[in-house]
């Protein structure tokens, strides 16, 4: 099992900046590939930024390009998402995720994670 904790939310200004940090505890002696997912009221989940254990490849969604940079540090066992540029779009819960298996790639898609932090509300006002 992994257990993972989301941190750094809040509510800012547009324009504004935030670091949302996960930490992994339990069997993080498995290196799994890391993602985020943020999720609107009344909206799915929708994936945001995904990253391998070696931190060397990285995908994110469209909306997000250049604006948003994941990073690990394996020696904390942390996963960051540095949000920068924000815009009212970007509020929601967003959620941390271990892949299933433990398996290193980077995956876009939810249903190849297994584990799943609690989630931290972004709020960005106009």
């Known amino acids: 099992q992994v257990q993972l904790v989301e941190s750094g939310g809040g509510l800012v200004q547009a324009g504004g900046s935030l670091r949302l940090s996960c930490l992994a505890s339990?069997?993080?002696?498995?290196?799994?590939?890391m993602g985020w997912f943020r999720q609107a009221p009344g909206e799915e989940r929708k994936f945001v930024a995904t990253?391998?254990?070696?931190?060397?490849?990285?995908y994110y969604t469209d909306s997000v390009k250049g604006r948003f940079t994941i990073s690990t540090d394996n020696d904390k066992n942390t996963l960051y998402l540095q949000m920068d540029s924000l815009k009212p779009e970007d509020s929601a819960v967003y959620y941390c995720a271990a892949r299933s298996f433990g398996l290193p790639a980077a995956s876009m898609a939810s249903h190849d994670y297994g584990f799943w932090g609690q989630g931290t509300q972004v709020t960005v006002s106009s």
């Open positions: 339990g069997r993080t002696f498995s290196r799994p590939g």
């Open positions: 990253i391998n254990y070696s931190g060397t490849t990285a």
